[in-house]
C-alpha cells in the first residue's frame, strides 16, 4: 500500500495486458493513473474499476505515434492529476513477423512508429512536467528481444533494441534533473500480444514456457511490480538500468 502515493502516472497501452496490470498495481499502491489506449471500451472499463475503489483515474483515446494527440492527451493529465511523476510507456505492437529479405517498408515503419517513436512523444511531452515537479520516473518497456537476438520478428527486435539505448541515454540526460530512466526487459507473458504471436507461429504456451529456465510464462503481474518498483521511491538510486523479468531467459 502507498508505495506510490501521492504521484500521478501515465501508462501508455494500459487497455489490455501488462499495462493494463500496470496501472492496476499503481492505483493500489496509492497513484493517480491517466490509462492511454486505442480500445476505448477497455480502457474505460480499466479506469471506472479504478475509480469504483476509490483510486484516481481516467481513461485518454490515444495513439502514441501520433504527436500531436500524444501531447495534447499529456497535457491533460497534467492539468487533471496536478503534474506528472511516473511514466510507464508500455504500448507496444509485435507487428509484422516477416523476415529482413521480406519486410515492407511500411510494416518496418509502423512497428517503430508505435515502439519507438511512441516512447520518444510521450517522454518528450511528459519530461517538462517532469522537471516543473522537481523529480519522476520513466519506465520503458523493452523486451528479452531487446537484449538478445532470435531468429524471428527482426523489426520487433530493432524496436526493442532502440528503446534500451534511448533509456540509458535519457537517464544521463535527466539526472540532473532527477528524472530516473530505466528499461524493462519481460520474458514470454500470457497476453493477447502473446496469445496472437503464438497462434500465428503454431508454437505452444508449454513449449515457449520451456524456454525460460524457470520452465514456464510469467504472468503481467511479474512485470508489474518491477514497474511499482521502478516508480516508487525504493528505487531513488536506479537510472540507466536493464531490469531483466524473464524467468532466467537472458540469464
Ligand atoms: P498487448 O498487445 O497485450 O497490449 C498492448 C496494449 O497497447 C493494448 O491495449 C493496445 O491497444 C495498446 N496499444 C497498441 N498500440 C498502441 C498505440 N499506437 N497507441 C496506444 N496504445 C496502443 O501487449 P503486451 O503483451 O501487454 O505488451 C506490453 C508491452 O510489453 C509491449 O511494449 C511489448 O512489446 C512488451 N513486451 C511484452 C512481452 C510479452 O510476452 N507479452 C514480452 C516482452 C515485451
Redesign the pocket.
Known amino acids: 500500500m502507498d508505495r506510490v502515493k501521492g504521484k500521478s502516472c501515465i501508462v501508455?497501452?494500459?487497455?489490455?495486458?501488462?499495462?493494463?496490470?500496470c496501472a492496476e498495481r499503481l492505483a493500489e499502491e496509492g497513484g493517480a493513473v491517466a490509462i492511454?489506449?486505442?480500445?476505448d471500451t477497455?480502457?474505460e472499463a480499466v479506469a471506472a474499476a479504478l475509480r469504483a475503489k476509490g483510486a484516481r483515474a481516467r481513461y485518454w483515446h490515444?495513439?502514441?505515434?501520433?504527436e500531436a494527440a500524444v501531447k495534447k492527451a499529456v497535457d491533460e493529465a497534467a492539468a487533471e492529476f496536478g503534474g506528472l511523476h511516473v511514466l510507464v510507456?508500455?504500448?507496444?505492437?509485435?507487428g509484422s513477423t516477416k523476415l529482413t529479405h521480406e519486410i515492407t517498408e511500411a510494416e518496418w515503419d509502423r512497428v517503430q512508429?508505435?515502439?519507438v517513436k511512441?516512447v520518444l512523444f510521450c517522454s518528450k511531452h511528459t519530461i517538462p512536467h517532469m522537471k516543473a515537479a522537481g523529480h519522476g520516473s520513466i519506465i520503458n518497456?523493452?523486451?528479452?528481444?531487446?537484449l538478445v537476438g532470435a531468429p524471428d520478428v527482426p523489426a520487433?527486435h530493432a524496436?526493442?533494441g532502440a528503446?534500451r539505448l534511448m533509456s540509458k541515454t535519457d537517464a544521463m540526460c535527466y539526472a540532473a534533473d532527477r528524472i530516473r530512466v530505466n528499461s524493462?526487459?519481460?520474458?514470454?507473458?500470457?497476453?493477447?500480444?502473446?496469445?496472437?504471436?503464438l497462434k500465428a507461429s503454431g508454437a505452444t504456451r508449454e513449449g515457449v514456457g520451456s524456454l525460460h529456465p524457470l520452465g514456464h510464462?510469467?504472468d503481467?503481474d511479474d512485470?508489474a511490480w518491477g514497474v511499482v518498483y521502478l516508480a516508487s521511491d525504493e528505487s531513488k538510486f536506479v537510472t540507466g538500468a536493464e531490469l531483466a523479468i524473464d524467468g532466467g531467459y537472458t540469464a
Open positions: 501508455t497501452g494500459a487497455a489490455l495486458g501488462i499495462g493494463r496490470a492511454f489506449d486505442l480500445h477497455e480502457g490515444v495513439d502514441v505515434a501520433d510507456n508500455n504500448a507496444g505492437i509485435s512508429a508505435v515502439n511512441g518497456l523493452s523486451s528479452i528481444y531487446g520487433y524496436s526493442k528503446v524493462v526487459h519481460p520474458g514470454f507473458i500470457w497476453t493477447p500480444m502473446v496469445e496472437g504471436h510464462m510469467g503481467v512485470i
